[in-house]
T-cell receptor
């Protein structure tokens, strides 16, 4: 099993450009999450999904959109990148939701620099 | 507001014991997680506590006191590979994870 994979690993964007980050998991997990991690701050939830075809907003959703067309994939889109979106983005998945006290399995991260 | 506090950085010696503290203020409480994150890598699960007391897993133990809003992670027989950041995360009444900023642990020979 590859677990959770993320594409790309690193990207440089100019302000105003758009891009899509891809997360894939092969563990048949229902729940998937997108976080951003910034220096001196805890992980912050951007969006999450409780199953194929569903998405919901997290703590910091502004400037991002997501889609979960297939159970194994969760896409994070930036329509018009801003320097404030420079961060490390982590995708995670879990078999069930946090209400079942499930641990989350994280991907290796995508480092995004917006100039 | 909701908050997770943990020290920014700690230093310890190889072979020694270190305790990383975490205090939390969440709207309700449904448990506390500890994750390990090596530099440039993904967080990986270490432990979960929902009841008071100590949970031991090999060299790592995690303690919880719900009345004090306090947890700690205890690492014994420190090895160089334990150099990493340790993330504390509380699960609030809505089952949202509230993450601390992490404690960077530096192990010296």
């Amino acid at each position: 099993n590859a677990g959770v994979t993320q594409t790309p690993k690193f990207r440089v964007l100019k302000t105003g450009q758009s891009m899509t980050l891809l997360c894939a998991q092969d563990m048949n997990h229902e729940y998937m999450y997108w976080y951003r991690q910034d220096p001196g701050m805890g992980l912050r939830l951007i969006h999450y999904s409780v199953g194929e075809g569903t998405t919901a907003k997290g703590e910091v959703p502004d400037g991002y959109n997501v889609s979960r067309l297939k159970k194994q994939n969760f896409l994070l889109g930036l329509e018009s990148a801003a320097p404030s979106q420079t961060s490390v983005y982590f995708c995670a998945s879990s078999p069930l939701g946090p209400d079942r006290m499930e641990t989350q399995y994280f991907g290796p991260g995508t480092r995004l620099l917006v100039l | 507001g909701q908050n997770i506090d943990q020290p920014t950085e700690m230093t310890a010696t190889e072979g020694a014991i270190v305790q990383i503290n975490c205090t939390y203020q969440t709207s309700g409480f449904n448990g506390l997680f500890w994750y390990q994150q090596h530099a440039g890598e993904a967080p990986t699960f270490l432990s979960y506590n929902v009841l008071d007391g100590l949970e031991e897993k090999g060299r790592f133990s995690s303690f919880l006191s719900r009345s004090k809003g306090y947890s700690y992670l205890l690492l014994k027989e420190l090895q160089m590979k334990d150099s990493a950041s340790y993330l504390c995360a509380g699960l609030d009444s809505n089952y949202q994870l509230i993450w601390g900023a992490g404690t960077k642990l530096i192990i010296k020979p």
